[in-house]
């Protein structure tokens, strides 16, 4: 069977290193685009019902908008995904400190996060890998970690994306992909979308999204059984408010093969759909994503303009015993992937 190509193109340089545009398309010629800036996933282009193929994630059509964004546009977040309260967690009796960067907090790992690393590439059979060395004590964590990031794309339009860690010493790994949807190709609303979470629980948060260590019920406003999204965000006065949950996974549904979650676009009748190894799916509305510069839709990013579905540990899981651990200890292989299915229905 003849493989997906993948091309290369130069797209400029960042922290005084070339960085790449690639490609990579299927013999029905949809394709995703990704940069090792950031292992970044840069678009993805899949036919809706009509056969017409368009982009479906946002992003930015020149570098150094990805330089300048805040907003972790289609990147690899980590060492550690979503916050750690109070920006520090013990680790074999040791207190360990990070950045602060969101109040008293860490979120996405501070500046040492993964999102403004230029990542080395290499192209081995099916697969783009991107990796990376963090050095012992970045952003305050400790240990020498080796990452790699792996995106294949096949004839099914499924992008698995895969994580695999090493490390010297005792430290924290949790990746994920923080692309932000959009399946109406801009010609919608992400909150006319209908999604489902196949999880009958949530992690209890204060209003600093940090845990505070129970799980409950994800019942009422935060139930989606292919629910449309506006009426879960609608207020009284016609606003919209937000959401930033993160959702338990179902262990048994994961090893039936059974995906975490379903988007559907009316509109286009595309669906995405979820699969992950992770304990946990992060949904978020984008309703703090705005952007200085115009993305591929000409114009910058505002509120509610993408929706994210990040596979990934609990929040600040490292200071929560009960939950499930990031831990990864010297000489182990850490290894965590996420499946997006893109797909049509009339």
Known sequence: MQKNKILKTPWGNADGREVFLFKIENQEGRFIELSNYGATLVSVFVPDNEDKKENVVLGFPELRSYVNDQSYMGSTVGRFANRIGNAAFNLDGKRVTLEQNEGSNSNHSGSAGFNKKVFDWQIKDDALIFSLLSPDGEGGFPGNLKTEVHYRWNEENELTIGYYGQTDQHTLFNLTNHSYFDLSSGKGRVVDHHLSVFSDQMVEAGADYIPTGELVAAGGAYTFNDILIKDRLLQPDGSLKGLNICYVLDKERQKSGLPAARLF??????????????????????????????????????????????????????????????????????????????????
């Open 265 to 346: 676009d009316p509109h286009s009748g595309r669906s995405l759909t979820l699969y992950t190894s992770y304990p946990g799916l992060m949904l978020y509305t984008g309703d703090y994503l705005h952007t200085a510069d115009a993305g591929f839709n000409g114009k910058p990013y505002r509120a509610f303009d993408g929706i994210c579905l990040e596979a990934q540990f609990f929040p600040d899981s490292p200071n929560h015993p009960s939950f499930p651990s990031a831990a990864l200890r010297a000489g182990e292989l850490a290894h965590h992937y996420i499946i997006f299915k893109f797909d049509t229905h009339k």
